[in-house]
């Protein structure tokens, strides 16, 4: 037997925390979504939550599909089912459907996403459609406000209307029996009863206190709940009308009504906001105080977690909801709107002091003491005979004996005139007092005064806590912790090493350990003189702590400017102890129901925070008193529901199906999910996987979508899974299976052809750069001053060239791995080999020219030392003849006695690779190479110009056919070469290298060319001249 | 043709190859996937650090120095707050010294140029995984 409740309670089946009727409403956790967070519309108009979990959200502006998070719009935009955009009625069906009656549009019916129209031509009665219910035969019901009443049945609709005998055409409400029976409400004829054909009719002959019927709705207990449009409520039981309408219901419109499971009834009224009935009495009220929430109630709703939907007229979709949290503000009874400082007492009663008052709270109501007139109270302590102190802002300290009677201390009893932030009386009985103004001590009721110059760290003293060694540890604005020990201060602030200056909590547990809160240091552990830190980076919800109390699992929980959280105190002992790399906060923040003003804290007084001996623990915020009881925080049990929403390729969405193709090419997936859970929707957290990809799950802490690139094509397996805000995991989530199909061209084969064309191109394109390059040197050459040019040349050409060679650098390594990785894994295939070994020695080749280039452009300092030039020409000569062949021969010369140069080796060897190449390259045919190492001459020295000091010739000569005078002028000038592109030799740098060397040296170079060859002179000072210069 | 097989062997070693280019990043990957290696990639700094802080970590990071955004070596500096001993390699395909060699001051740390070959990376690879298990 199914019905709309009996839907409901299926799907309510495990409601994880109903609404605890002991709270006031207003303490709730309400929230609030208007059309800023994406709602259609202002009026929301129907409620209903399909199997899948979805809210849908009926408005005057269309539908949307809630997910806590998102609102998804459908309407006469987005489908033609849609004929009007005026939402009248929802309704979830037992197949996982939802049907959806709109305002001259007829109905429509959502099936698996797909949207149908049931309008006059599928025999439909009207267009607009005011009421739905499900009976449980599966047959649908709408009531129509033209005439009268159609069942959908096999998808079939047959009308029933006032022909068929119903009193009137305007049906405004209907609810299911249990027995298969349709209540049938009229706008205006009161209630029929519809069963198997038959009709029975009930009117105010009956004791229906009025004909004009809103809304009906049966309880699982088989109360019919009668909602009318001018007077109140009335339930009716085994054919007995019982009305409720006192107060404010006295002639009230109720437009929505229904049971929640733990039994309260809801109650939505026009202009009179909502109501509750608990235990047969109407207790509570909202009125428009909660805007956006207005008084005109249109819908209500309760969801599979409990907790309570309502839509209101030109309002909002609002929630509500059991927080974690209780917040005692003005509406509650507290006398002022902020809280200061709070005072355990020790009959689980709570002492508030505020900006306006001081308040004594005794577990339901607070009572009001006058005490203080206009004086904010800051601080407050209570002594174990009951007498209570209260310090002031303008520096009074309030001492109110246990029988009422209160005297006052000010600055006569030698207290400073300046806000009292802490009172203390320490284990030895000594009344302390913390003032903006100093430390002050009472003695036979007159008060002394600590202050900076006593040693005191600052004058501005926050909070004062006495530990059982005798030690006094007091709080300080600006100059951090102060201990006060046997008449001596000793302050650690940063100056000393503390991490903050600022303190605004101190706590000692049971080990002895101090825990302080900093303001912007978090939270310090102090214990055997050691500190320890603890921030954000180790897991706390934030860097200012303004109140630390400790509950009897040995949880540290503290308050802040972001609101509560509680952390292990064993947990950050491991931290401490560097076991653990972190901590993890729970926090209590709008999820937990603070209000905005609630989230904010108070600190800097003495204490804005209690533990009662109920257990409960108190935090003073700008919003009032939050209470949470630690061992009665609920947890939901109910996971979240998980839906893979949408597949996006390539900035197109593609229809989550299992087993979808995805196109070749595809370069981006996006694939966006969510998770349902609305007891605390932010806190969800998901996990997602690309199986054939990812190896292990990806955290995703609360970004709903994920991004994958060049996806390779394959078959593929996308997997979502959620956890609620309290950890309970969905670990069976939501999976989408598709197929990223393959071009022709992503084999194997096409990829070798690719790579062998992409360094075959970029080389055409370095050497044709190259060549633009140079013709544009050469020009330049012509009009510029030489060296001046060459000096330019070389640093804008170093620029560039250093560019390129970059660029191809990392353009080489996406060749050359797949090349190794083709060529060590297809080792049997010849033609592979071949193939992968050309482009790898291609790379290898490209990669060599690109350090060519990179050297030109960026040269470095050469590091010099003495050097045997003799010894290193063999050396490096004998490095690189093999490579000559065996057309040439390499001759050395050295005059003994020639003494070593000042020169940096490694830049010697590439002036002799350089110089030894070029002579090769200008033999062709081959021929000798002769190299000769010797002290200049005296006519060497007249000839060139040289200073009368001792220089080291290094000439190099080959038996070519000599240069022309053209070549000659421009043998060094960068990229110049007389080698064919073709060739692929050579970048045209190796000359110009050699000169900068050398020119870096101090040394010349010059070059002496006719028919029978050429020899470059490389004329380098000796180690001993050069030191000589240098000195001088 | 496996003459350089003697360096790899990296049978199960986790390895985070961090480059913007993907053919580049598949391609390290391969090479080393070819050995036993067991490598994720991502082509951002960001992705790394998200997936360190969701709690995987690697044995080994080979990170790129020019990533767009937070650059590689920012993200060795981010790394290493987070993971003080982790051996990193870096390649880059520029040879900006000066960005380099802080860098090389860390002692996990070695610095590849690209492009490098085979024989290079499994070389490095390899010292820095087996002086990080002593």
Known sequence: MLNLTAVLAVLTSSPASALDPTRQISQYAIRHWTPDEGLPHTSVTGLAQTADRYLWVGTQEGLARFDGVRFTYFGTETDPAFRSNFILSLLADSGGGLWIGTRGGGLVEMRNGVFRNWGAKEGMPGETIVSLAETSDGAIWAGTLDDGLARIHEGKATTISSKQGLPSGAVRALAAGPAGELWVGFSDAGIVRLEKGSFRHFTEADGLPSRIIRSLHLTEGGVLWIATGDAGIASMTEGVFTPYSSGDLEGASVRAIREDSDGNLWIGTEGKGLARLTGGRLSTYVHVEHAPLTADIWAILEDDEGTLWVGSHGGALTQFRDGKALIYATREGLPHPSATALHADRESGLWVAGFAGLSHFNGSRFESTNTTDDDPIFSLHQDRDGTLWAGSQSGRLIRTAGDGTASVYTSAHGLPSSSIFAVHRDPAGTLWVGTAAGLARMNNGRFTVLKAEDGLGSNVVRFIHGDAQGALWIATDGAGLTRYLNGRFSVWGTAQGFPSDFIRAIHQDDQGVLWIGTGGAGIVRVHDGRFQQFTTRQGLLHDTIYSIVEDPQGNLWCSTGRGIFSVSRAALNQVAAGRMQRVSSTVYARAAGLSTAALEGIGGVQSPAARTTNGRLWFSTAGGVVAIDPSKVQRNPRPPAVHIQEAIVDQSVIPIRNGSLVPPGSRSIEFRFTGISYYAPEGITFRYRLDNFDESWIEAPSRRSAAYTNLPPGEYAFRVIAANADGVWNGDGDVFRFELRPYYYQTIWFRLLLLLLLVAVIWQIMRVRLRLLQAETTARTAVLEESLARAQRMESLGHLASGIAHEFNNTMMSALPWAEALRKQRSEDPLVQKAAGNIREACLRARDITFELLNFAEPRPPAKEPVDLHELVNDQLRMIRPSFGPLYEVIVRRKPGTPPVEADAAQLRQVILNLALNARDAMPEGGIITVGIRLASESEHRLWGLSSDDWVVMSVSDSGRGMSEETKQKIFDPFFTTKSVGEGKGTGLGLSIVHRIIDQHGGRIIVDTDDHGSTFYVLFPTAAHARAGEQS | ?134
């Open chain 2, 1 to 134: 043709m496996n003459g350089s097989s003697t360096d790899g062997d990296f049978t199960g070693r986790r390895i985070l190859v961090v480059d913007d280019e993907a053919p580049v990043a598949e391609g390290i990957a391969m090479l080393l996937e070819i050995e036993g290696a067991s490598v994720t990639i991502v082509g951002s700094a960001a992705e790394a650090l998200s997936r360190v802080d969701s709690g995987f970590v690697p044995e080994l990071f080979i990170i790129d120095l020019g990533l767009p955004g937070i650059t590689g070596d920012q993200l060795h500096v981010l790394l290493r707050e987070r993971l003080p001993d982790t051996p990193i390699v870096v390649s880059s395909g520029y040879g900006d010294r000066e960005r380099i060699e802080p860098l090389l001051r860390d002692p996990q740390t070695r610095f590849l140029q690209k492009p490098y070959e085979m024989s290079a990376l499994y070389q490095i690879v390899g010292e820095l995984l087996r002086s990080a298990e002593l």
